[in-house]
């Protein structure tokens, strides 16, 4: 404790200080220490005892300073829609935030600088100013904003919101709906949020921004708690006839989203104002929006029941200003812009604006995950089908359990035990054990999941301090196997961590969390947490498992938002991300990869729709015919028909690439033969250009790549090209539809030569290929290398684009086939294998161009048989 507790005071002053110098002030605490003695320095601090730290510690404690006080954060990225940039948007910063008192935001921002990097404090405060200038000013007389905040999953978007709730606090806002998840944990953890960041007491408590000299006169009244959610009569009895009109301070309330809460608040409202509420101002929070809060009924019927009790609050305000929060905002953007209710008025589109706020530079997100060339984070499952498999029945009866899960425990054991060494013993562990949706396999996997830890306990109190403990126990050796597997350059000896495990094995527990579960998982300040999480779709939206560092996840879902919401993994693991481990199917690794591409491409599609000053229509038009977003939402609004379907996608801007090979002989073949016939073909009617060793041939009949795309053999493992990347239907139609010559690009590499006839000779491609049985996949789904399209440019082009593939595309003129004869590296060794990608012309502001293509019922019954695998644990 004596590390953290040093640690703690040099950061500490750190934090006051305008010019941080971490080699300064640990020089200075060295001095001080030197300088009173130990048992005094102590006393000066305030804790108990300290010893002396070794030059390895001090040498330490400076790179996880400069860790955490070097974080950068960036602004982020605002679209707003037609009416919005017409508004006055500068309301709040331009006037009102400078005669405002600003209470409950100075104290939000000075609990804020007590835990998080100057610079990312900065950029909250930034944020928050740019939307609450695009809410609306209280003191107007009618409004009625709609918007939409989209952060990354588990990266602070509640301290946003709460610093959002603050500043509308301070500038008049009078009632605050917080709609938290649609599980008790996740609006109990929400509601503990708001008491430490804008309310300030707790059960009668001060704390967070309650402690010190608050002001009680100002203190918000919250007609929630931590243990109770919204009830009228418990509201009635307690605030005794206090309405809007008689109380100046906010009314806040934070209530789980279901129609349950959602009618009390309705029927209170109701009963205080038969009306309209006219003259005060509301503020409703909708946290993780994409669960639930979007209306999936037909436009012709009744909305759906959480979505009408949202749209009915709203509409019982005549001044009100409603905030999407989310993660993955597919669904969001896909309601329709333009249903309308003639009770419940308009949807929940946010029409006014969308804001996407940029993550820490210290955020441990998907990318630095799964798309890690070494893979240091990832252990691949592949030992759960016969025990868990990835489709169960309620009743399965689970007779064990995965050695893969074994393994996972005793990581989880290690990493404990390696925190206790780096001084990180008073903070919080968890481990997270994800692979059924049904309460009752929880259930059993719980049972075998407290068997396990009651075996190595017993194991590690009896033998754990003897000299030849590896001797007497098969258990540690396996620790110690597991040990020297998963750890590589540790900076601690197997005995250091057998010992520090000897101290902590008896801390470590486990929760079950789910509608069943009896003891609830909490995280208190003063007790340090160490448990083993077994749970599925409650702990899937929203809830933070603090200190996460091993996730065993065998869940299925082709759903981008799903899929991403389960990642409680992503977040921030300062001083221990190396130790962080996830155990999943390689399948789902893979999926992790494909969202990856699918969401950067998004984002970057926002910032272009920011520079051309276009609205959040024109991005969900966007996103809506994404070439990897368009099935995503649209089977989620279908009902659970036997009709085919039709799906628009746009292909515009974008590239396609056969990342997915098959392996089979035969097929392999045919495709070489189909890339020899159509270089053949296209070399009789022109004379390519030669660009080193690749060629290019210009102006190419469109017939011509139509006999390509039907003589090479994609493998179809699904028309939209979901895992393959490869939408081969919709490109198939695109050539058939675009009346265009086109260009095609010959590449070589630095592999073997390879000789299409006299005057055409390249080098292969050398690439790395897994093998995955039924087909090969190039490694990351990366078939070309570099800015393969500038093969088309001019060299004043050139100059001016540089490698920018998608500034590219928008230069181009017409489509590109892109032609690679590979020879595979590492994990196989292939002579010669088969692949093409096509890159399409223009960019975001492309008009027409989209693709409308017949998905048969059977595949759509698949896709939404996927989709119940997120559904509710029961």
Not at 83 to 106: A, F, H, I
Not at 436 to 446: G, I, S
Not at 513 to 520: F, I, R, T
Not at 768 to 783: F, L
């Amino acid at each position: 404790m004596s590390y953290q507790h040093i640690k703690e005071h040099i950061s500490t002053n750190l934090r006051k200080s305008d010019d941080i110098n971490i080699k300064e002030e640990i020089g200075k605490t060295k001095d001080a220490i030197k300088g009173v003695g130990l048992e005094m320095f102590a006393r000066i601090i305030g804790v108990d005892n300290l010893h002396n730290l070794t030059s390895a510690d001090w040498q330490r404690m400076q790179i996880e300073l400069e860790t955490q006080f070097n974080v950068k954060m960036e602004q982020g990225i605002l679209i707003k829609g037609n009416n919005q940039q017409n508004r006055d948007t500068t309301w709040w910063t331009g006037e009102v935030q400078k005669k405002s008192e600003s209470y409950y935001w100075d104290r939000y921002i000075e609990y804020l600088r007590g835990s998080l990097p100057p610079e990312v404090v900065k950029t909250i405060d930034d944020d928050t100013n740019i939307i609450v200038n695009n809410i609306e000013n209280p003191a107007v007389n009618q409004f009625d904003r709609r918007g939409m905040v989209v952060g990354h999953v588990q990266s602070g978007k509640t301290g946003n919101y709460v610093g959002l709730i603050c500043k509308a606090a301070d500038a008049g806002y009078k009632f605050i709906v917080v709609i938290a998840g649609g599980m008790i944990n996740l609006r109990k953890q929400t509601q503990e949020r708001l008491n430490e960041g804008f309310i300030g007491t707790d059960a009668g408590k001060q704390v967070g921004v309650g402690k010190g000299n608050a002001q009680k006169d100002k203190e918000p009244k919250s007609l929630t708690t931590k243990e109770k959610d919204f009830d009228k009569q418990d509201t009635d009895r307690n605030i005794q006839g206090t309405n809007f009109e008689n109380i100046i301070v906010p009314i806040v309330l934070v209530i789980k989203k279901n129609t349950h809460s959602l009618k009390n608040v309705i029927d209170w409202l109701d009963k205080q104002y038969p009306n309209k509420v006219e003259g005060h101002a509301m503020l409703m929070i909708d946290d993780e929006s994409d669960y639930a809060s979007i209306d999936t009924s037909k436009p012709e019927n009744e909305p759906t029941a959480i979505n009408r009790g949202l749209r009915k609050i709203i509409a019982k305000f005549n001044k009100s200003s409603y905030v999407a929060y989310t993660a993955t905002p597919y669904a969001n953007i896909f309601i329709d812009h333009e249903t309308e209710h003639d009770q419940y008025e308009e949807d929940l589109f946010p029409r006014d604006f969308i804001y996407a706020l940029n993550a820490p530079d210290n955020y441990f997100g998907a990318r630095e995950i799964f798309l890690d060339v070494e893979r240091k984070y990832l252990v691949s499952v592949n030992d759960h089908k016969d025990v868990i498999p990835a489709t169960h029945k309620k009743d399965w009866e689970l007779p064990s359990i995965p050695k893969s899960l074994y393994e996972a425990m005793r990581v989880f054991l290690l990493n404990i035990s390696i925190r206790h060494l780096r001084g990180q013993g008073d903070k919080h562990n968890s481990m997270l054990v994800h692979a059924t949706r049904f309460t009752n396999v929880h259930k059993k996997l719980a049972f075998h999941v407290r068997q396990y830890l009651e075996i190595i306990r017993k194991d590690i109190n009896v033998y754990g301090k003897l000299p030849n403990a590896n001797q007497q126990s098969s258990l540690i050796r396996d620790l110690e196997g597991t040990l020297d597997l998963r750890y590589k350059n540790l900076e601690f000896s197997w005995q250091d961590v057998l010992l520090s495990m000897c101290n902590i094995v008896g801390t470590i527990d486990y929760r079950e969390v789910h509608q069943d579960s009896g003891a609830p998982l909490e995280y208190r300040k003063n007790i340090t947490t160490n448990a083993i999480v077994v749970g599925g779709t409650s702990l899937s939206r929203g809830y933070t498992l603090e200190g996460l560092s091993v996730s065993y996840f065998l869940r299925k879902t082709v759903f981008y938002d799903t899929l991403m919401q389960m990642g409680r993994w992503f977040g921030y693991r300062d001083g221990y991300q190396d130790l962080c481990r996830i155990y999943m199917p390689e399948i789902m690794i893979d999926n992790f990869g494909y969202i990856i591409e699918a969401t950067e491409d998004l984002v970057d599609d926002l910032k272009k729709i920011r520079d051309e000053e276009m609205t959040p229509k024109d991005f969900g038009l966007a996103v809506r015919q994404h070439p990897d977003s368009a099935l995503q939402v649209t089977a989620r609004n279908k009902q659970r028909s036997a009709r085919d379907m039709y799906f628009d996608m746009k292909l515009d801007g974008h590239s396609k690439e056969t990342s997915y090979l098959s392996s089979n002989l035969d097929k392999r073949s045919k495709n070489i033969g189909a890339i020899k016939n159509i270089v053949k073909r296209i070399s009789k009617e022109k004379i390519p250009e030669s660009k080193g060793k690749r060629y290019l041939w210009r102006d190419v009949n469109k017939e011509q790549i139509t006999n390509f795309l039907n003589e090479f053999e994609v493998i179809s493992l699904d028309p939209f090209g979901l895992k393959t990347r490869m939408p081969i239907d919709f490109i198939k139609k695109y050539t058939e539809e675009q009346n265009t010559d086109w260009d095609v690009a010959l590449y070589s590499g630095e592999g073997d030569e390879y000789q299409f006839f006299d005057k055409v000779v390249i080098n292969k491609e050398l690439r790395k290929v897994q093998d995955k049985g039924d087909h090969y996949e190039i490694y990351n789904r990366q078939v070309s290398s570099g800015s393969a399209e500038s093969i088309v440019l001019t060299s004043e082009q050139q100059k001016e684009l540089g490698s920018k593939r998608k500034e590219i595309r928008v230069a181009m003129e017409k489509p590109l086939l892109m032609l690679h004869i590979l020879q595979a590296k590492v994990d196989i060794e292939l002579s010669e294998l088969a692949a093409f990608g096509i890159s399409f012309p223009g960019g975001i502001k492309s008009s027409g161009r989209t693709v409308k293509v017949k998905i048969n019922s059977v595949y759509m019954q698949k896709i939404l048989q996927d989709q119940e695998d997120g559904a509710d644990d029961y």
